[in-house]
Structures are given as structure tokens and as C-alpha cells.
């Protein structure tokens, strides 16, 4: 089995519920208050740690509680975190959610996602071989991810982008990509299919939420139904699947038999409430029967 390079955000998500949104000067009361490891890059590093995989993440957190707890956390599920640095003086990046009646206000602070660097990267990627798989996502300097796609495909490893949030910036990067694994929203921002396979993407596997997802390349072009579940959160599910799906490649499954994996696990992760705590284990993928 191959290893799993993952660079990417580890954030603490602070959600909050709320009857509606205050205005200006305004206090309310709310519900139900949630402290939850977020950032996609962490997500997805624990995603493929507990779908089976072989994993080790690059990324930065403050010298604070909250990074030491995101530490904690992946290292429990069994993400190397040795080149996870820890930054003096600065915060571990935060998201902050008020949810209300279906809708949702999101705050970001970046905090210490927002300096990882080149050489980060290079000591990052110094151990890795050949034929390895390299995963990662845009919450992190677009300058930075696009280095470590195009050091990752020099060393021979495959590369696979989850261009989320989407950021036109990749763009020039995308020629060091083997597979790109978009929504519905971020193929539209980058310009749809046409535009990714001029760039050089060769293979797309474009997430359709509850009508599955689509594997395409040049000539051809099929979408692929996922489990039915009883939804309860969807936050991890797209993380989820990128998790499983670099899993499958990582034990030179084909692409359509790492999808397949990889959507059954994020409709499980559907099933619970939160990000990296919904997201199932190899063991329970392999025994679910909805």
C-alpha cells in the first residue's frame, strides 16, 4: 500500500444555533453550542487515516488550545502530524458558525493556515517515493498549494486537488494535477470541464450531493448513484469521500472502485452529526447495510 501526502487547513469550527440573525448592537440567546475539529485538509487527513490509509499531514497551528486539541485529534486517528508546525503568536485558524433556521454566517480567521511554506513543503515531501499519493485543497496560500502540486508531480507522486473553496488562482497549477475532485460550484468557477481539460486535468470526479458523482475525461462521461441515507449533516461528506478515494488509489484500486468507496463513507458521514467525529472507519463502511 502506497502512503498518503495530505497539505491542508486545520481549523476549529465554533458553531452556534440561533432562532434567527441579530442585527447591529444586538444580544440573543441561543442553543445548542458546538466545538468541532474542522479544516478541510485535517478532515481529510482523518478521513483516509480511518478509512485504512497510511497517512501523514503538513500544516500549522497557534501555540493555543485549539491546536493542540487538532493535534490530539488527528493523531488519535492515526495521521503522522510530524510536520504539523506549531507557530508562536499566532491563532489556530477558526471558523466561526451561527446557524439559523436552515441558513448559516460563517467567519473565517485563517490564523496559522495562512503560513505554511515552501519549505514546509520540500521537508514534507522529502521522504515520499514514487507512486505515493499526494491530496490536497485551497484553504491554504494558493502559491504554496500550487508549489507543493507541482513538487509532488516532480517526485513522481499522484496528484489529486479538491479545489474547494475554488479559487481561479489554481488555474495556472493545474497542469501538475492528475485528478481534480470539484463540486458542482467550484466546476463552475473554474470555467466547467472544457476549461479544466485545456489546463491539463485529465480525469474529473465531480461531487453531485445526494445524485452521487460524475467520472469523466475527454471522451466520456458517467455518474455513478450513492447510497440513499438518512441525512443529518452534510458537512464532512465531500472530505469524506476524497479521504476514501485517495484510500482506493493508495491500494491501486481503479478510480471507479476508489469512488465507490469513498461515496459509501461519506453518505455514512451523512448520517451524523459534526465533521471529523461523523466520519466512519474502514470497519464500518465495510459492515454497513442501510
Known amino acids: 500500500m502506497k502512503d498518503i501526502y495530505v497539505l491542508g487547513s486545520l481549523n476549529m469550527d465554533l458553531c452556534i444555533e440561533s432562532p434567527y ?33 497510511n497517512v501523514f499531514m503538513c500544516g500549522a497551528v497557534g501555540n493555543d488550545s485549539f491546536g493542540k486539541t487538532l493535534l490530539k ?8 502530524v510530524n510536520q504539523v508546525k506549531t507557530i508562536n503568536g499566532v491563532s489556530t485558524g477558526i471558523a466561526v458558525i451561527l446557524l439559523s433556521q436552515g441558513d ?3 467567519i473565517l ?35 504554496i498549494v500550487g508549489y507543493a502540486l507541482k513538487t509532488a508531480k516532480e517526485k513522481g507522486l499522484f496528484t489529486i486537488l479538491n479545489p474547494a473553496p475554488a479559487n481561479k488562482e489554481i488555474i495556472p497549477f493545474l497542469k501538475w494535477v492528475d485528478l481534480i475532485v470539484p463540486n458542482e460550484t467550484e466546476m463552475e468557477l473554474l470555467g466547467g470541464k472544457d476549461s479544466l481539460f485545456a489546463n491539463g486535468i485529465s480525469r474529473i470526479v465531480t461531487t453531485l450531493g445526494e445524485k452521487g458523482y460524475e467520472i469523466s475525461d475527454k471522451t466520456s ?7 440513499k441515507v438518512k441525512v443529518v449533516d452534510t458537512t464532512a461528506a465531500g472530505d469524506t469521500l476524497c479521504g476514501g478515494l485517495a484510500v482506493g488509489l493508495s491500494r491501486d484500486k481503479s478510480l471507479e472502485k476508489s469512488c465507490e468507496y469513498g461515496s459509501k463513507a ?6 451524523l452529526k459534526g465533521a471529523q467525529r461523523s466520519i466512519p472507519t474502514e470497519k464500518e463502511v465495510n459492515e454497513y447495510n442501510n
Open 104 to 106: 448559516n454566517r460563517i
Open 221 to 227: 462521461a458517467m455518474i455513478y448513484p450513492c447510497i
Open 109 to 143: 480567521d485563517k490564523g496559522a493556515n495562512a503560513l505554511v511554506t515552501k519549505a514546509d513543503v520540500d521537508n514534507f515531501l522529502s521522504s515520499s517515493k514514487t507512486g505515493d499519493i499526494f491530496l490536497t485543497q485551497l484553504e491554504n496560500p494558493i502559491e
Open 73 to 80: 485529534d488527528l493523531e488519535t486517528a492515526g495521521v503522522n
Open 266 to 271: 461519506a453518505s455514512i458521514a451523512c448520517t
Open 21 to 53: 440573525i441579530p442585527t447591529k448592537g444586538e444580544t440573543i440567546v441561543g442553543s445548542n453550542f458546538l466545538t468541532n475539529g474542522g479544516g478541510k485538509g485535517a478532515n481529510q487527513a482523518t478521513a483516509a487515516s480511518k478509512l485504512g490509509g
